[in-house]
């Protein structure tokens, strides 16, 4: 739950709100290695649109940018952003004072000024966005059945003769206001269903320090 007794849960300082799984640990360093002369706008961006699921905080087109600008790698990029706005998220459900924050951070090695950057911008719209997502609605579907399979698409030239695997994941899901299943087909690249777990190990560790 994101709420008791109509408040927002408050994190002491003792109680760790971020766990340091694989993923956060490799997040982290590459974090430390921004710039720290252009991590606040990065920052500041994606506090403005973290309550908008259904909107990325960057379109392709900055996100190539983001890529020469900080040099990193596509992937790499894409953890970090995810990252990021776990945190950010973890600091709303357990709207947390700035000073926390920046000690929760520090706590699993994120360098001091990246971690005084974080504090600066949630002490500026951190209470904005907590508003946000009070009122931000979620999508009344639940997950009732999962399921796989493997899909091995040819290769379009004569040349090539290499299979290209792609993994399709199979939901079916349910809402309130029917009774019928709605069955939603996702299909991964390799590379893509690698973001989609690092984003799941994200949701299970928010889930985790929830509980």
């Known amino acids: 739950v994101l709420f008791r007794s109509g408040h927002w849960r408050r994190a002491s300082m003792a109680a760790a709100i971020i766990p340091e799984s694989a993923s956060i640990k490799q997040a982290v360093s590459l974090i430390n290695m921004i710039d720290t002369a252009k991590f606040p706008r990065l920052l ?17 087109e900055e996100e190539e940018k983001l890529q020469v600008a900080f040099s990193l790698e596509k992937q790499d990029l894409h953890l970090v952003l995810e990252t990021i ?8 459900y357990h709207n947390v004072k700035p000073t926390v924050l920046k000690q929760q951070l520090e706590n699993i090695h994120l360098e001091q000024d990246k971690a005084e950057a974080f504090a600066s911008a949630w002490a500026s719209a951190g209470q904005e966005t907590v508003e946000k997502f009070r009122l931000r609605n979620l999508a009344p579907k639940k997950l009732e059945t999962t399921g796989w399979q493997l899909n091995l698409q040819m290769a379009q030239s004569s040349r090539a003769k290499m299979a290209s695997p792609r993994a399709v994941l199979e939901l079916g899901v349910s809402s309130e206001d029917s009774k019928s299943l709605e069955k939603v087909a996702v299909e991964f690249t390799h590379a893509e269903l690698l973001e989609f777990f690092n984003k799941l190990e994200c949701i299970q560790a928010q889930l985790d320090s929830l509980a």
């Open 85 to 92: 706005s776990f945190m950010l998220e973890q600091a709303v």
């Open 44 to 60: 500041s961006r994606i506090l403005q649109k973290l309550h908008l699921k259904a909107e990325r905080s960057f379109n392709e």
